[in-house]
């Protein structure tokens, strides 16, 4: 058992009572001076920072807006759990026969006021534990008046000078109050740093679940992608098409249509979460009729199933706001880029027609397939993380990944579209270059430099923008390990495949600004190496070589 401090108070209110961390800021921002952040209040809760001060006066006023509109009978019972769980106590918190005003506002005032981590007051705990342990075992004698003109020969006072510096004598003398003291003092002196920071958990395979052991977990899922894959390509054979026969009827759509594809492709995840989080909801209903559901309960049952634990399986969409920006602005990153690039195909001239007539068809139907393959796997990775069991704001539930989600297979949808969009126009483009680049007649098209903008603010966005670091970035490492090939690449293909221009100066502009960007992704936060992040997302690195490997063997095909 510990006593109750802050990030107790914080994670009780939070968790078990539905306030939002913004909420909480503005409860606590009347009584005191200065402003509370979310980000320091979620540092409280998780142990990585000491609590604030001068928060006992709000334990009225926090009783008042937080724990006054409960129901009183099920809050104290609740209450009462969230301290035995937990292993908490404070002064009085054995009382059975008090109500929830009394008990509430003591178990607020005590822990408000104490500021410190849980790992200090374990330490401190033991220590007083200890020293009361041994007030109990000594019996303490009150002092004794010595006379002091009595004569002492040189054996007394040798054995009087001994025991006066013998540590163990001294302690005997000494009261409880000098001795919890000195512990203290001594505790700061030796007492390690606590890590602020820990390694982030990433969607990797480790010691304890390799990656063969997910693999033969989830057997179904392969042959059920492979299935897919035979899928598409059969009903193309039936229907007497190919991948490069759609690929060029997007080239020929007018742009109001491939502008409003891509976007309907983009946006479509968020309502078909919806979608999840309504079907979410009414199988909670199911499992509890007599239960009414709350408007503010809504999101964590979309989440974990349940308003009051996570059950496994049972989670299908996550509503976090900041998720949906992080989600949104990848696929309309994502979609932009396309749009760009589409522009950019049509701008060059008889493309089309060169298309037709050269021998593309096989390139094209691996490039789907490959990417067909590229979009399992980024799922595989995701909904095989490891489980939840407690509620985490800034961590998503692997059950709300499976690819049975509807928002799942919409994002799937869009993925594999604008990736082999994407994927074959780059390979064909840098190809009709190399063939027309020596006519040196070839003007590049403003569209390049947009299309390229593009890319790099979705990989930018995905891998290292504050979103995708807190949530632990779906597309870790990307922005870092495959900008220098698209920089290279890029800057080659505007060099040797086309005369000076605007299009050109645009697109060495667009480069070496986000060459920049690349630089301080490496200075911030002290990161001087990229083999950290390597090992940490290990697997993430393993596809992109993948994909390395894939463009390199089109371009010996072709």
Not at 278 to 304: D, G, H, M, S
């Amino acid at each position: 058992m510990r006593s109750v401090c802050q990030g107790d108070i914080f994670r009780y209110i939070n968790e078990e009572l539905r306030v939002t961390q913004k909420a909480m800021c503005s409860i606590f921002n009347k009584v005191r001076e200065g402003n509370m952040t979310e980000t320091r209040i979620s540092e409280i809760k998780q142990g990585k920072r000491k609590g604030y001060r001068g928060l006992k006066t709000a334990a009225s006023l926090c009783f008042t807006e937080c724990f006054q509109q409960q129901d009183a009978a099920y809050t104290l019972r609740n209450l009462r759990q969230f301290l035995k769980r937990e292993e908490l106590s404070f002064p009085g918190s054995e009382n059975e026969d008090e109500d929830l005003e009394s008990y509430a506002l003591r178990f607020l005032e005590y822990g408000l006021d104490n500021c410190m981590c849980p790992g200090e007051i374990t330490e401190e705990n033991a220590v007083e534990e200890a020293s009361m342990d041994a007030s109990v075992d000594r019996v303490i004698e009150p002092p004794v008046n010595i006379p002091t003109n009595i004569p002492m020969d040189s054996s007394m006072n040798s054995s009087i000078n001994s025991s006066m510096h013998s540590p163990t004598d001294m302690s005997i003398g000494m009261p409880i109050d000098m001795l919890l003291s000195q512990s203290r003092q001594t505790k700061r002196k030796t007492e390690q740093p606590i890590p602020l920071l820990p390694e982030p958990r990433g969607a990797d395979f480790t010691a304890e679940n390799p990656l063969g052991k997910k693999i033969l977990d989830n057997r179904n899922c392969f042959f059920f992608t492979v299935g897919v894959i035979a899928l598409v390509f059969f009903i193309m054979h039936l229907g007497k098409m190919n991948t490069l026969d759609i690929f060029l009827q997007c080239i020929r759509l007018s742009p109001l249509a491939f502008f409003a594809l891509s976007f309907m492709l983009a946006v479509s995840p968020f309502f078909l979460g919806l979608v999840d989080t309504t079907i979410a909801v009414f199988f909670y209903c199911q499992r509890n009729p007599a239960v009414e559901v709350k408007l503010k309960e809504i999101p964590y049952i979309a989440k974990y199933g349940d308003s009051r634990r996570v059950i496994p399986g049972m989670g299908r969409y996550d509503l976090s706001p900041k998720l949906i920006i992080y989600s949104l602005g990848c696929n309309l990153f994502g979609a932009f880029s396309s749009m760009a690039f589409y522009i950019f195909l049509r701008s060059i001239p008889d493309f089309a027609s060169y298309v037709g007539k050269g021998h593309f068809v096989p390139v094209a139907n691996i490039s789907l397939a490959f990417n067909m393959l590229v979009t399992f796997v980024h799922s595989f990775f995701l909904f095989t993380r490891e489980p939840m069991h407690t509620f985490c704001a800034s961590e998503e539930n692997p059950d709300t990944k499976k690819m049975d989600r509807l928002h799942v297979i919409a994002n799937s949808f869009h993925m594999i579209f604008n990736m082999t969009f994407n994927a074959i126009g780059i390979l064909l483009v840098l190809v009709y270059g190399y063939m027309h680049g020596g006519e040196g007649t070839l003007l590049l098209s403003p569209g390049f430099a947009v299309a390229l903008f593009f890319i790099y603010g979705f990989l930018w966005f995905s891998s290292c923008s504050p979103f995708a670091v807190e949530f632990n970035a779906e597309c870790a490492g990307s922005f870092i390990i495959i900008f220098p090939i698209v920089f290279v690449l890029s800057t080659l293909y505007a060099i040797l495949c086309f005369k000076a221009g605007p299009g050109t100066f645009l697109v060495h502009g667009v480069n070496v600004v986000v060459l920049v960007v690349w630089l301080l992704s490496f200075l911030k936060d002290r990161v001087r190496s990229i083999f950290p992040l390597m090992r940490m997302h290990r697997a993430y690195f393993l596809l992109y070589a993948l994909l390395i490997f894939f463009f390199f063997l089109l371009a010996a095909h072709l």
